[in-house]
Nanobody, 121 residues
């Protein structure tokens, strides 16, 4: 199972930007789709963005579409989520996951521990 570690979260004012990173422990990461999910306190985890194994196809939740960019570098076994124009409702713990290309949690067996994003108004 691929082990993932997220980083790049923090406290930012509304309208600011953050770049989240996901580092994989194994080379098999390059054969998996990667997705970002987020979970706010007291709420269910929700899909944010996904990228296929080649990095040629991306998909975004409507809530972040136009403000976020998911990318990956298979040579470095890393993936990223650039978030711009952040809103208070973006506050959540963000998780990266590896698996089959989908917006469904059940298709991603490998997860990181999450990185916290707090957006102040």
């Amino acid at each position: 199972q691929v082990r993932l570690v997220e980083s790049g979260g923090g406290l930012v004012q509304a309208g600011g930007s953050l770049r989240l990173s996901c580092a994989a422990s194994e080379r098999t990461f390059s054969t998996h789709a990667v997705a970002w999910f987020r979970q706010a306190p007291g709420k269910e985890r929700e899909f944010v963005a996904a990228i296929n194994w080649r990095g040629s196809t991306t998909y975004y939740a409507e809530s972040v579409k136009g403000r976020s960019t998911i990318s990956r570098d298979n040579a470095k076994n890393t993936a990223h989520l650039q978030m711009n124009s952040l809103k208070p409702e973006d506050t959540a713990v963000y998780y990266c996951a590896a698996g089959s290309w989908s917006d469904s949690e059940r298709e991603y067996p490998c997860w990181g521990q999450g990185t916290q994003v707090i957006v102040s108004s």
